[in-house]
């Protein structure tokens, strides 16, 4: 599966992340990224996970060759 990364994310992970582990869901893919980066606990509560440009939930369940975008919310100020 490919996940790529928007904005903070990128910086912390890089544009593109390919996994080969057995991940079946959003919410384990969630906790993947926790354990690659701790930072990632903090903001987990806010991440945005998209497939196919539509949001999808953490229960959501995760297809062989999905790609899936992950982002924060937009901010400004």
Do not use: C
């Not at 959501?60 to 999905?66: A, L, T």
């Amino acid at each position: 599966m490919k996940i790529k990364f928007y904005g903070k994310l990128r910086e912390m992970f890089g544009e593109e992340l390919e996994i080969e582990d057995e991940i079946e869901s959003i919410e384990e893919l969630a906790n993947f990224l926790m354990k690659k980066d701790a930072r990632i606990k903090n903001l987990k509560e806010h991440l945005i996970f998209s497939r196919e440009n539509k949001q999808i939930s953490l229960k959501e369940k995760i297809v062989k060759g999905d790609e899936i975008s992950v982002f924060l919310p937009p901010t400004g100020g």
